[in-house]
Structures are given as structure tokens and as C-alpha cells.
């Protein structure tokens, strides 16, 4: 079984300043993948960022960019340029690949709320 | 395009009751996916719909169904409700299994008496 781990439970970051996410993960797979949730106060589950473990390169959304290292099982989510909106909770959560087996369950870490100060 | 949708918001029920939750997905999705969320254990995986076929079970006890409809509506129910059943229920949806993006509905929060 998999399981993601999120040793951050809070972080704080001031205003337009950067700030980074860790997450790790333990699986046998060898191919799955990766994604960064975030949940507001309003608690809707917005996808941030995917990452397909098969790829070296490492996503980029705009502000948001992920440091994958495939072999120490870490994902890390880097938030340039905070903005008072990306106040909320943080889950990583891994997927996978093998659609017939596993679907499209996702295992989640167990966040970690961030909250950026003006 | 209208995103998940999930009926009702709220709801309050009393141990030993039933309930069922709706979640509509996104129009063109066929695979839909449900999780309780709770302070205590986090974001726990429920089940998976795909085609109106369950294609995955979470560890959770009989008491938690769902199923799909051919317009791949799904609902899910609680029989036999307990205090630990309060939850967050979240429904997501994705175009079919296997990696792709999945997007979440607002949630259903259950209160049980």
C-alpha cells in the first residue's frame, strides 16, 4: 500500500515572498502520479499541480512549480510570489498508474495549512 | 462548463438513520470517486464509479454504498449512521481511470446527533 507523508502541519509565509512544501511518499510502483491539492476555508478541493512520475521534468503552473525526485520519493511544491489567496490547506496525494487495479484512487498526506501574512 | 455538483450541502442526521448524498460530475465525465474527510483520519478514500461498475473499494465497513447511473450521476449511502460517520464528503470526477486530473464537488458535510 502507499502511503504520503507531510511532515509540515503549519507554515506561514509573508506576502510575495517564496515558500516550499514538503511531501514524501512510499510505494513499490514504478509508475504513478503525483498531485498537490489545495483547500481553502471554503474547503472545495482545487487541483494545483500533476506531476507523471515517468517524467523527469518537473511541472510548472504558473507561481507553482514542484521539485520531483523520483528516487528519495519526495515532492515538493514551491509557491513563488505568494499571494494572500493561496491561504489554505495543502494536500499531496499520489495515484496509481495502473488503471485497471487501482482506478483512480487517490492517497493523500495529511496536509499542511499555510497561511501567507500581509 | 458546470462543475461537480453535490446535493445536499448540509445535513443533519440522528445515529441508526440512513442517508444518501448526490454528486452529479462534470458533463463528459464518466468515472466518479468519493472520499470522507475528518480532523482525525484525514481524506480517506470511499469508492470509485466507472461505467455504473464500482472499480474500487476504500476500507470502510458494508454500511457504505454507492452506485452510478447511466448518466454517470452517483450516489452514495450511509446505513445505520454513528457519531463517527460526521464527515466532510467529497465526490470527484475525471474523464475516465488512471492519472488523469480529478475535480472535486464542494462537499457534503453530515452531522450526526
Known amino acids: 500500500a502507499q502511503t504520503v507523508t507531510q511532515s509540515q502541519p503549519e507554515m506561514s509565509v509573508q506576502e510575495a515572498e517564496t515558500v516550499t512544501l514538503s511531501c514524501t511518499y512510499d510505494t513499490s510502483e514504478n509508475n504513478y502520479y503525483l498531485f498537490w491539492y489545495k483547500q481553502p476555508p471554503s474547503r472545495q478541493m482545487i487541483l494545483v499541480i500533476r506531476q507523471e512520475a515517468y517524467k523527469q521534468q518537473n511541472a510548472t503552473e504558473n507561481r507553482f512549480s514542484v521539485n520531483f525526485q523520483k528516487a528519495a520519493k519526495s515532492f515538493s511544491l514551491k509557491i513563488s510570489d505568494s499571494q494572500l489567496g493561496d491561504t489554505a490547506m495543502y494536500f499531496c496525494a499520489f495515484m496509481n498508474h495502473s488503471p485497471l487495479t487501482s482506478g483512480s484512487r487517490l492517497t493523500f498526506g495529511e496536509g499542511t495549512q499555510l497561511t501567507v501574512n500581509p | 462548463k458546470a462543475g461537480v455538483t453535490q446535493t445536499p450541502r448540509y445535513l443533519i442526521k440522528t445515529r441508526g438513520q440512513q442517508v444518501t448524498l448526490s454528486c452529479s460530475p462534470i458533463s463528459g465525465h464518466r468515472s466518479v470517486s468519493w472520499y470522507q474527510q475528518t480532523p482525525g483520519q484525514g481524506l480517506q478514500f470511499l469508492f470509485e464509479y466507472f461505467s455504473e461498475t464500482q472499480r474500487n473499494k476504500g476500507n470502510f465497513p458494508g454500511r457504505f454504498s454507492g452506485r452510478q447511473f447511466s448518466n454517470s450521476r452517483s450516489e452514495m449511502n450511509v446505513s445505520t449512521l454513528e457519531l463517527g460517520d460526521s464527515a466532510l464528503y467529497l465526490c470527484?470526477?475525471?474523464?475516465?481511470?488512471?492519472?488523469?486530473?480529478?475535480?472535486f464537488g464542494p462537499g457534503t458535510r453530515l452531522t450526526v446527533t
Open positions: 470527484a470526477s475525471s474523464t475516465g481511470p488512471g492519472g488523469r486530473e480529478q475535480y
